[in-house]
């Protein structure tokens, strides 16, 4: 079996983990941008996401000799009436994670890419980071930690007010549309819009940023957003903060069984192992809700069937590799935090400043808004570059 070991090994594990995690949301807002159910897309996703901890399992988990104190994927996987109190733990994990993943799914379109990765992000460092801290028997610096802790909560204050200036910005270009109208809360909405005549039966696609591309957006997307309000958004994105901080714990506690709930003489499960059942708990739990919302959905969508599901291959490809990144980051993240701590691996929780890059590249999020918007964004990015570097500065080392 295959152990990170060092401080280097850990941060190289973080920082690959960082991208990956970064990127999978914006392969998935884009295949909604582009009208494809997020009930199909999930589907896909969750099923390359469970391999990818196969994949893990058998790559490191199998790697080398097994001995009874540091026993392999395969051999753990036998012992379960012995650690299945650990199995439950990384179970638990996994049902939480998916529940956050399923909800950010669609806080994605209500509330934006952006603001959604920047407040889960920020529960999870907020909460889950000072649990794993104690858990952990304080490896990590508390010194540094904390004060990194403290970073992330102020690039979360950039990120609201980037959000609410950017809202300001949209709402003042397509205010100046004819067919759109926005009520006393700033709700944007339209009514029987007619692109080709706003447009004056132009031919040139819609730039990035200007009023024209944010109603052909609204037009092509899945999610239909304009004239929802952002409470129901808002409700989702703080619950999947709140899983997103529960499911590093869970398996801080699978792999180190600081609640001493193993027999003495069991071995801890290995991070392979507790991977594997925390992603097949991730993966029941996506298709059991996904199934149920093909049939029964929510937010307007239309309905759909196991049978439109499969013959669905538009986008598919796109969502098979979110879930590769998604389970591979996640994997990446363990791995450095059981060398590390899993404290200072939440520095993988800076996420939305790679999701944010996306956004600008893939999306054109702020493209064309105001000054005080990108001093805003300015000083998101900013502030979470600190706060990556000051958390991962803290690693300790397990003993």
């Known amino acids: 079996m295959y152990l990170v070991e060092g401080k280097g090994g850990a941060i190289a594990c973080m920082l690959l983990a960082l991208l990956f995690l970064g990127t999978w949301p914006a392969v998935l807002t884009l295949l909604e941008r582009r009208g494809r159910l997020p009930q199909h897309t999930y589907l896909d996703y969750t099923i390359t996401n469970l391999l990818a901890a196969v994949i893990i399992a058998f790559a490191f988990g199998e790697f080398g000799s097994s001995s ?34 399923l909800s950010t799914q669609y806080a994605w379109a209500l509330v934006g890419l952006s603001v959604t990765e920047v407040i889960s992000s920020s529960l999870t460092v907020v909460i889950g980071t000072s ?11 508390a010194e540094i930690l904390f ?8 690039a979360v204050c950039f990120g609201s007010a980037v959000h609410s200036s950017n809202a300001a910005d949209n709402n003042s270009k397509l205010q100046s549309l004819e067919g759109v109208k926005a009520d006393s809360t700033s709700m944007v ?19 990035f940023g200007t009023a024209h591309f944010l109603i052909e957006l609204e037009n092509k997307r899945a999610i239909k957003v304009l004239g929802k309000g952002v409470f129901l958004g808002l409700a989702l994105t703080f619950f999947a903060g709140v899983c997103f901080s529960l499911f590093s714990p869970a398996f801080n506690l699978a792999t180190n069984d600081q609640w001493h709930t ?50 669905d291959w538009n986008g598919r490809g796109l969502a098979f590799l979110a879930g590769l990144l998604c389970g591979f980051g996640n994997g990446l993240q363990f791995m450095g935090g059981q060398a590390a701590g899993y404290a200072a691996a939440d ?19 702020y493209r064309r808004s105001s000054k005080r918007t990108y001093i805003l ?16 500065a803290s690693s300790g080392h397990r003993k």
């Open 68 to 101: 009874p104190e540091r026993p392999n994927f395969s051999t753990q996987l036998s012992q379960i009436m012995n650690n299945w109190s650990s199995v439950l733990f990384a179970m638990a994990g996994g049902i939480v994670l998916s529940l956050g993943n």
């Open 131 to 141: 649990l794993n801290y104690f858990l952990d028997d304080r490896i990590n610096r």
């Open 147 to 154: 004060p990194g802790v403290a970073c992330f909560l102020v």
């Open 189 to 207: 909405t339209y009514e029987n819009y007619d692109m080709e005549a706003v447009n004056g039966a132009a031919t040139e696609k819609p730039k």
């Open 262 to 311: 193993l027999e003495k003489g069991v071995p801890h499960l290995n991070v392979y192992t507790a991977f594997f059942y925390f992603s097949v708990s991730c993966f029941v739990i996506a298709l059991i809700l996904n199934v149920t919302f093909l049939y029964r959905p929510i937010l307007n969508l239309p309905k759909s069937s196991l049978k439109a599901y499969l013959s």
């Open 347 to 365: 520095a993988v929780q800076a996420l939305p400043l790679v999701s944010t890059f996306w956004g600008v590249v893939l999306f054109g999020e």
């Open 377 to 392: 964004l300015t000083g998101m990015l900013s502030m979470f570059i600190v706060a990556v570097g000051v958390l991962m």
